[in-house]
C-alpha cells in the first residue's frame, strides 16, 4: 500500500465518513446507453467512440445560457464559432471564418464565413445567421451567461452574403480568440422554437446530436456535410453519463467505454496498469466564498483569517493525493498570465487566531456550505478540522449543487461556502477568467461584496486593461487586480487541482485529455 493510501484510509477514518457518504445510484444497467454497438475488441463497434462524462444532464444546450459541464462539452463537438479555441492548447484557430478576423481600423473588424459551411439541417451559414448569434448575447432582455465577456463590443452587422463587421467601443487586443465565446446558431430555427433548439441544438459542427437523456446520455453521429477544420473521425460517438465514480473506473476497465474525465484521485494508480492515465494541471479551483453582507464576514479580516487558518497542504495530500497545487494567485502557476499575487495565504494557525481576536471575533460558528462534488466531499471534513483547531466550530452543510446555489447561496442565506468552479471552458485569459468570478453575477448576486470600493477598483482595472493595447501594461493592470481579489478574499482560490483522465489509448488514436472538465474527440478516431 502506497502513502498515498494510507493517507487516504487514515482521513476516512478520523473523519468518520466511511460508508457515510451519500453516492448517486447511476449504475450501467440505467446508464448504459444503447447496447447495439456491439462488443467486439476495445469495447463497441469500431466507427463508435463511447466515453463516459462525470457530471449529470442540467438544463439545456442553447449556447447563449449553457454552462452546465455536459452542455459545454457536447457544443464542443455540434456547434461552431467564428474562431474557435483548441480543447487541448486552448490556442484560437479558424472555425466558421475564412481567414483570420481583418482588421479594417483599431476598431473595426470584418469576417467572412468559409465557403460552403452549413447547418446540419442542410441550410447554408450566413452573415444573418453570425449577427442574430452576438445580437441574443448582447441583448440584456436574454440574460446571456457571455455578455460578461464581449464588454468591448459595439455591435455586429451584415456587409455581405457571407461578412460581417464588428464595431468596437475600444481597441481590445483579444479580438479575435474572444470571438470564441459565441456559437452561431440557425437563425430560422431559433425563432422557430427556441425550447426545442435548447434541448436538441443544432450546429455546424462535425458531429450532430442525435439524442440527449439524463438516464440514456449523449448519442452523436457525424455530420457528413461538414467542410471545416475538423471533420469527425468517428461515424458515432455516446456518451454516457456516469456520476458515480467506481462506474466510471469500471466501464473503462470492462472496455464499456473508451474514454472516461474525472478518474477518481485513489483510482489512478490502479488503473493506469490496464489504461492511459494522465493529469494535467487545471484553473479548475476549490474556492472559498464568504457572504459578505452578513457579520463577521464583512471584515476581511475574518475572511483572511479562515484562509489562513487552512491546512491547505494536509488537505491536498490527504484528499486530493497531491492532485493539486495551493493557490498563489488567482491563476495557477504555468497559466500564460499567471503572476504571483502580493497575499498567498500559507498555513498560519497563529496568524488566523490574531486575525479574529482584531477584528474583535470570538467563538465563532460557521456553518460551511459545499456541493456534493467527489473531490469536494472530501475536503470538506479536513477544512471543518483546520477551522475547529482555531476555535472556529464548524458545521458541514453538503448538497447537490444546483440546490446550494438555489437555496442557500442565491438567496443570501449561508455564510461560508466552499465548491468548484471553472470559466476556462469559455477562455483561458486572465481576463475572462477575472469577469466570471468579479463582474456580475458572482460579487453582485453571491459574494455580495460589488458595492464595495476594492471590487469595483477590480472593475476599474479589468476595463482599463481591456482597453490596453500594449502586453505589458495589460498584465501590469491584471496584477493589481490580482493582488486586490487575493487580499480581500470575498472569493478566492484554496488551490487549483489536476484533472485525471482515462483511456484506452489503442482504441483512441489521436486522444488526448483536456486541462477543463468534459472530453474532446474533435480529431480522435477509432482503431
Same mark, same amino acid.
Given at each position: ?32 446507453? *444503447? ?16 466515453? #463516459? ?45 475564412? $481567414? ?28 444573418? /445567421? ?41 481597441? !481590445?487586443? &483579444? ?7 459565441? +456559437? ?7 425563432? %422557430? ?7 436538441? *441544438?443544432?450546429?455546424?459542427?462535425? !458531429?450532430?446530436? $442525435? ?8 448519442? !452523436? ?9 475538423? =471533420? ?10 456516469? #456520476? ?18 474525472? @478518474? =477518481? ?44 487558518? &487552512?491546512?491547505?497542504?494536509? &488537505? ?7 492532485? $493539486? ?15 504571483? %499575487? ?33 473531490? @469536494? ?48 471552458? !469559455?477562455?483561458?485569459?486572465? /481576463? ?32 482599463? $486593461? ?23 478574499? %470575498? &472569493?478566492? *482560490?484554496?488551490?487549483?487541482? +489536476? ?29
Amino acid at each position: 500500500m502506497t502513502d498515498l493510501q494510507l493517507h487516504r484510509r487514515d482521513f476516512l477514518r478520523y473523519t468518520g465518513l466511511l460508508g457515510a457518504a451519500a453516492t448517486i445510484s447511476a449504475g450501467l444497467a440505467a446508464c448504459g446507453g *444503447p447496447s447495439s454497438t456491439g462488443s467486439g475488441g476495445s469495447g463497441g463497434a469500431k466507427d463508435t467512440i463511447q466515453a #463516459a462524462l462525470a457530471y449529470a444532464l442540467s438544463g439545456g444546450f442553447d449556447p447563449m445560457t449553457a454552462s452546465s459541464a455536459v452542455a459545454v462539452a457536447a457544443n464542443l463537438h455540434v456547434l461552431e464559432s467564428l474562431v474557435d479555441l483548441d480543447p487541448i492548447t486552448r490556442k484560437p484557430y479558424n472555425a466558421l471564418a475564412k $481567414a483570420e478576423p481583418e482588421k479594417v481600423d483599431d476598431t473595426t473588424y470584418r469576417v467572412t464565413l468559409r465557403d460552403g459551411a452549413k447547418f446540419h439541417d442542410g441550410s447554408a451559414v450566413t452573415a444573418d /445567421d453570425v449577427v442574430f448569434s452576438f445580437e441574443r448575447v448582447l441583448d440584456e432582455k436574454n440574460a446571456s451567461l457571455f455578455i460578461q465577456f464581449l464588454p468591448f463590443l459595439d455591435g455586429v452587422k451584415k456587409v455581405g452574403a457571407s461578412t460581417v463587421e464588428f464595431k468596437l467601443k475600444y481597441a !481590445f487586443a &483579444l479580438f479575435a480568440e474572444r470571438l470564441s465565446v459565441v +456559437k452561431v446558431v440557425p437563425r430560422k430555427l431559433v425563432q %422557430a422554437d427556441q425550447k426545442k433548439f435548447d434541448s436538441r *441544438p443544432v450546429g455546424s459542427g462535425p !458531429f450532430e446530436l $442525435a439524442s440527449a437523456s439524463a438516464t440514456d446520455g449523449l448519442s !452523436f453521429a457525424r455530420f457528413d456535410g461538414y467542410n471545416g477544420p475538423r =471533420p469527425a473521425k468517428a461515424a458515432k460517438m455516446t456518451w454516457l453519463l456516469l #456520476a458515480e465514480p467506481s462506474t466510471r473506473v469500471t466501464a473503462l476497465q470492462s472496455e464499456r467505454v473508451q474514454a472516461i474525465e474525472a @478518474v =477518481p484521485y485513489l483510482n489512478a494508480e490502479a488503473l493506469s496498469k490496464a489504461a492511459a492515465v494522465q493529469s494535467v494541471q487545471s484553473f479548475g479551483l476549490l474556492f472559498l466564498m464568504f457572504n459578505c453582507k452578513v457579520e463577521p464576514f464583512d471584515d476581511v479580516r475574518v475572511r483572511q483569517a479562515l484562509h489562513y487558518g &487552512l491546512d491547505t497542504g494536509k &488537505l491536498i495530500k490527504t484528499a486530493l493525493l497531491g492532485n $493539486a497545487a495551493a493557490a498563489t494567485s488567482f491563476l495557477p502557476a504555468g497559466h500564460p498570465d499567471y503572476v504571483k %499575487a502580493s497575499t498567498v495565504y500559507g498555513y498560519d494557525p497563529a496568524k488566523a487566531r490574531k486575525l479574529l481576536s482584531d477584528a474583535g471575533v470570538s467563538g465563532l460558528k460557521v456553518e460551511l456550505v459545499t456541493t456534493d462534488t467527489d473531490f @469536494v466531499k472530501d475536503c470538506a471534513p479536513l477544512i471543518k478540522q483546520s477551522w475547529d483547531a482555531i476555535g472556529v466550530s464548524t458545521t458541514l452543510n453538503v448538497g447537490q449543487s444546483g440546490g446550494q446555489y438555489s437555496n442557500r447561496v442565491d438567496t443570501g442565506k449561508y455564510q461560508v461556502m466552499a465548491a468548484p468552479g471553472d470559466p476556462s471552458v !469559455f477562455g483561458n485569459d486572465c /481576463d475572462l477568467l477575472m469577469r466570471w468570478f468579479y463582474v456580475g453575477t458572482w460579487p453582485e448576486h453571491r459574494s455580495f461584496n460589488s458595492g464595495t470600493a476594492e471590487a469595483k477598483k477590480v472593475v476599474g482595472l479589468l476595463d482599463e $486593461a481591456a482597453r490596453e493595447a500594449g502586453e505589458g501594461a495589460r498584465r501590469a493592470l491584471w496584477k493589481q487586480a490580482i493582488d486586490i481579489v487575493a487580499e480581500q478574499a %470575498a &472569493l478566492y *482560490p484554496v488551490f487549483h487541482r +489536476k484533472l485525471v483522465t482515462g483511456w484506452n489509448r489503442e482504441a483512441l488514436p489521436g486522444f488526448r485529455p483536456m486541462a477543463t472538465t468534459g472530453l474532446s474527440f474533435l480529431d480522435v478516431g477509432r482503431a
